[in-house]
């Protein structure tokens, strides 16, 4: 345990110490448990260990899973996925009576290695900070480098922004907090919490620019710029 922790074994015995005295614990994990090859079997041994100690059921202990924020969480939920499924793709097909491509896409690493290989020109980032959370972050800022233009759309300036492609474009855009007024009124999205409920959020602060759009109609501005309607 402590080779693989990288913890002393007194470090180990005293959180042991700690969590067998209190009287009520949470065990919170966040995407490094949920993404690691080893993550339901892992999941479920903290789950044991809750109900071991009897931790769970009772007024302030349990499990929380933190499941990212709310726009990681919803893209899945709306079904963007690097390898969506056969059954989505139908669907969306039926609904808005168009023709999906069927191609599979990149997940995050297999999108920096195409970087590297010169096989992905162009990257266009909704927020996130890749360069600083990627793993690797040599390597990934190397893989931004060999682009020929990368794109951030973004609420704020982070790291990312300062390892940039041939040519390079910062976006920004309205943050969940800042209304955005449209001729059809005030414009909601949705924002799904660690517990899978689905909420409309509404801005209220002014943005700072009459200019500021929203990463939605940022990218169907995209959309109808290289497609058409």
Sequence with gaps: ITAQSGLSETQLRQAAATYQGAERVIC???MGVTQHKHSIATVREITNLQLLFGQLGKPGAGLCPVRGHSNV????TMGIDEKSPKALLDSLERHFNFTANRALG???VEAIEAMLRGEVKVLIALGGNLAAAAPDTERTARALRNCDLTVHISTKLNRSHLVTGKDALILPTLGRTELDMQASGSQYIT???SFSMVHASEGIGKPLADTQRSETAIVCGIADAVLGT
């Design 106 to 108: 990149h997940n995050t």
């Design 73 to 76: 969480q919803g893209n899945r």
């Design 28 to 30: 919170t994990w966040a």
């Design 191 to 193: 924002v799904e919490d």
